[in-house]
């Protein structure tokens, strides 16, 4: 006996719930839990409030952390300023002539997009996220960088090699090391390599004495840079030697980190993890790296590889975009009522991370 066939009306309810795709659910991001240790309430050491004061910094603020760190964590930040400063004497060791591009514009991209990818935030409040955006737009520096341009000029470089620090928000006094290389030569396909390192740190590890010093890669006995002990590489493109049957047949391979390694970076910066999507803790350690950033040729690739083509968002995280143009434009009226005022308020030399701090100032 033939098997009974199924009216059209079944079949076609059959049919629909094959052919129907099933939108895989975003996990949500969740609140970090406060540790005992911290509070709400300002510090009420010398060193610790002055550099609550400078950097704009925000609750909870590491109870644990003494009155000496705090005064380590203000020299070493204070020198970092220097060398963040339009035209100082200090910048000379983030100023390259040979790569040919302007350090503070990419140093105030860079903030900008690292603030981007806090004002798509979740937050309980509409403000908080905004808070912390605004704060965290000045908490990035150059530490150093070098490079040089591809044969002929124009915006295709041929090697970067920046080292760059983001500082906590918060009073943790806490920050990430990150060291960015990328090589690249148009015509040579051996020539194609890029890393990512990214290097937590704690408040009793600030250097005064060599306040530009990475603890994320160090140099052997030959001077080949490695990277240190605990640090992790982020975005690795190694040269991948074309052949007849090879899919890397620009020469290179790009290869990104774990979600789980990325949750190092966001308990280092916000204390603790869960409240920032995989994808924007990438995002935030690729730009404050400032991957993509010099007009590589590769710059994009990097970071799709790397991760934006991997990670998703959490739930009612966004890309901000229009929240982001927004504040860009109140921070450039706030810069345009100083116009070429140091931070003695009096004409001189303008220290770009301290400039990105206005609108944190604005919120006190």
């Known amino acids: 006996m033939p098997p009974k066939r199924k009216a059209d009306s079944e079949n076609t309810e059959t049919d629909t719930k094959k052919n129907k795709t099933s939108t895989p659910r975003l996990k949500k991001s969740k609140r970090v839990e406060w540790n005992r240790t911290w509070s709400e309430d300002k510090l009420e050491g010398e ?31 204070t020198a970092l300023d220097a060398v963040n400063t339009v035209d100082s004497t200090a910048s000379k060791p983030i100023v390259s002539e040979e790569l040919d591009q302007d350090t503070f514009k990419i140093l105030r991209r860079a903030s ?8 798509g935030a979740v937050s309980e409040e509409d403000s908080e996220s905004t808070t912390i955006a605004r704060t965290i737009r000045g908490s990035l520096y150059y530490t150093g960088l070098w490079g040089n341009d591809e ?12 080292k760059t ?4 928000p ?23 390599w890029s890393t990512l390192y990214v290097c937590a740190r704690h408040s009793d590890e600030c250097n005064t004495k060599e306040p530009l010093k990475s603890i994320a890669v160090f140099k052997d006995d030959r001077g ?5 002990e605990g640090t992790v590489k982020v975005i690795n493109m190694v040269r991948s030697f074309p052949c007849l049957f090879s899919v890397h047949l620009n020469g290179s391979k790009i290869t990104g980190t774990t979600a789980k390694n990325l949750e190092e970076f966001e ?6 993890s869960g409240w920032l999507s995989p994808l924007k803790i990438f995002q935030l350690v690729a730009y404050a790296g400032t991957v993509g950033h010099y007009h590589e040729a590769l710059g994009g690739s990097l970071l799709n590889k790397g991760g934006l083509e991997k990670f998703k968002l959490f739930k009612d995280e966004h890309d901000a975009k229009e929240l982001g ?32 701090l206005l609108l944190a100032k604005q919120t006190e």
Do not use: M
């Not at 409030?49 to 020299?75: A, F, V």
């Not at 806490?174 to 090589?183: C, M, N, P, Q, R």
């Open 325 to 356: 143009t927004a504040e860009a434009k109140i921070l450039a009226d706030a810069e345009g009522k100083l116009g070429d005022k140091g931070d003695d308020k009096e004409e001189g030399e303008i220290c770009v991370p301290q400039r990105l």
């Open 170 to 192: 918060f009073g943790l006094g806490t920050s990430l090391d990150i060291v960015y290389d990328y090589h690249y030569r148009c015509f040579r396909a051996n020539e194609r």
């Open 165 to 168: 620090r983001l500082y906590s």
């Open 267 to 272: 308990e280092t910066l916000f204390g603790g």
């Open 151 to 162: 044969e002929g000029g124009g915006n295709n470089p041929r090697t970067v090699n920046s």
């Open 224 to 228: 080949r840079q490695k990277p240190e």
């Open 112 to 119: 900008a997009n690292v603030a981007k990818v806090i004002y």
């Open 47 to 77: 060193w610790a409030q002055k550099c609550i004061e400078r950097w704009c910094l925000l609750p909870p603020y590491d109870t644990r952390i003494p009155e000496k760190n705090w005064k380590k964590y203000y020299q070493e930040r």
